[in-house]
């Protein structure tokens, strides 16, 4: 399998139906700790990416995650939108103009994404945010790139599952950041939106690469 922008634009069909899918679930989920708002947010910012990328065909996957990090940042409200917009802005940056990404490349824009979340939002490790959900994956990423080859399923898988398991653990920690942290002791026992939907980004570039 190669991830080019073949791959990158499957992948952005692929988050923008997920949103869809799980768009009530997600704003449930921000209903119990945040505004409830996020399950809109990013069923709206992933079908205007899509609208751009039917207007302009990008010719490589960084071109991609640009077009979609500055649709995301002129199109979702709240924090989700500097946040993630900043995360694709720097995954974009990090993958530059190759024409294919190589496992060692992912993990790396992986890396870059996480650390452009943690620059824009301040939050660390257990939080209880959405860089709960990214720095697993940012870490299984390069630890599969490094044990497992050439093989880039391999990596995607591992950041996926990685991701998914970092947003189940938010459930019983109590949040320091964001609108969830004034809820204190409360905040416990609800997983966080951002790292559920961090989840189904990252599992969608699995879809794209199957």
């Not at 649709?71 to 530059?96: C, D, E, H, W």
């Not at 993990?107 to 257990?126: N, Q, S, Y």
Request: proline content about 4%.
């Amino acid at each position: 399998m190669v991830l080019d922008v073949v791959w990158a634009v499957k992948w952005l069909t692929l988050c923008a139906q997920a949103m869809a899918e799980h768009r009530v679930e997600l704003i449930e989920l921000d209903r119990a700790i945040g505004d409830s708002d996020h399950g809109e947010n990013m069923d709206r910012g992933f079908q205007a990416v899509l609208d751009k990328l039917a207007e302009a065909a990008p010719e490589t996957p960084g071109a991609a995650l640009k077009l979609t990090a500055m649709t995301l940042m002129s199109k979702v409200g709240g924090a989700a939108g500097p946040l993630y917009g900043t995360a694709f802005l720097r995954a974009a940056a990090a993958l530059g103009d190759s024409a294919e990404i190589e496992p060692a490349a992912w993990a790396g824009a992986l890396a870059a994404a996480r650390d452009g979340i943690v620059a824009r939002g301040k939050a660390e490790p257990g939080d209880k945010t959405m860089v709960d959900a990214w720095t697993p994956a940012a870490e299984a990423a390069r630890a599969a790139a490094e044990n497992g080859g050439p093989d880039v399923l391999t990596v995607l898988v591992a950041a996926a599952e990685a991701a998914e398991a970092g947003a189940v653990a938010t459930d019983p920690l109590m949040a320091r950041k964001g609108r969830a942290s004034y809820l204190g002791e409360r905040s416990i026992g609800h997983r966080d939106p951002g790292a559920a939907s961090t989840a189904l980004i990252l599992r969608a570039a699995v879809g794209a690469a199957a």
